[in-house]
């Protein structure tokens, strides 16, 4: 069993920073891609930012200078440093873990609110 635990949500004023993390734990026997995607309320969940375990990255157009993704691959955990937020980075983030085995596991989502 594969447990993924999101944290580093919040509230802040557009242009401010969060730093969102997620932990992975249990029986996890080869990690592939890591990677966060976003939820917002009436849209499709969508891809954020994702890693490999090489560390090569990949962003969402509407992030691409603003967020930066990184993984610790000692610790099982990647993070997401998103930095000009604007209010249409309002959503539910969500972590994944896609093995080697071709599974794919979730977070349980972190709330990201940014209001004046």
């Known amino acids: 069993h594969v447990q993924l635990v999101a944290s580093g949500g919040g509230l802040v004023q557009p242009g401010g920073s969060l730093r969102l993390s997620c932990a992975a734990s249990g029986s996890i026997f080869g990690i592939n891609d890591m990677g966060w995607h976003r939820q917002a309320p009436g849209k499709q969940r969508e891809l954020v930012a994702e890693?490999?375990?090489?560390?090569?990255?990949n962003y969402a157009d509407s992030v691409k200078g603003r967020f930066q993704i990184s993984r610790d691959n000692a610790k099982n955990t990647v993070y997401l440093q998103m930095n000009s937020l604007k209010p249409e980075d309002t959503a539910v983030y969500y972590c994944?873990?896609?093995?080697?085995?071709?599974?794919?596991?979730w977070g349980q989502g972190t709330q990201v609110t940014v209001s004046p």
């Open positions: 890693i490999t375990g090489g560390g090569r990255t």
């Open positions: 994944n873990l896609d093995s080697v085995s071709r599974n794919r596991y």
